[in-house]
């Protein structure tokens, strides 16, 4: 069975830095794509950015590119977001979320494992 478990958030004031975490059992981990979502109160889960199984293509929202870095550690089976000068728009529930294969859009439907979620709350 599949696990994921997501961990690393908080609250920071605008302009700070978070490092979540998403680690994985259950898995051959080097056969899956996984991404990075988000929903904040009252909006749709939207896409944040995902990497490619191998590790070598990743997409980001142009959201948050050029602040954001995901990555992940095959060794540990896990995955990583690095947020950087965060915004009070980035005020959301941070999910990961993976499948099988590759990946081209951040459509929720194409995920079908998911984490709980880690709340990361972004103060003007």
């Known amino acids: 069975q599949i696990q994921v478990a997501e961990s690393g958030g908080g609250s920071v004031q605008a302009g700070e830095s978070l490092r979540l975490s998403c680690t994985t059992s259950?898995?051959?981990?080097?056969?899956?794509?996984m991404a990075w979502f988000r929903q904040g109160p009252g909006n749709k889960r939207e896409g944040v950015s995902w990497?490619?199984?191998?590790?070598?293509?990743?997409y980001y929202a142009d959201s948050v590119q050029g602040r954001f870095t995901i990555s992940r550690d095959h060794a540990k089976n896990t995955l990583h977001l690095e947020m950087n000068s965060l915004k009070p728009e980035g005020t959301s529930m941070y999910y990961c979320?993976?499948?099988?294969?590759?990946?081209?859009?951040?459509?929720?439907?194409?995920?079908?494992?998911w984490g709980q979620g880690t709340q990361v709350t972004v103060s003007s």
């Open positions: 259950g898995l051959t981990f080097d056969d899956y794509t």
């Open positions: 990497i490619h199984k191998g590790g070598d293509t990743t």
């Open positions: 979320a993976l499948k099988g294969g590759g990946c081209d859009s951040l459509d929720t439907k194409r995920f079908p494992n």
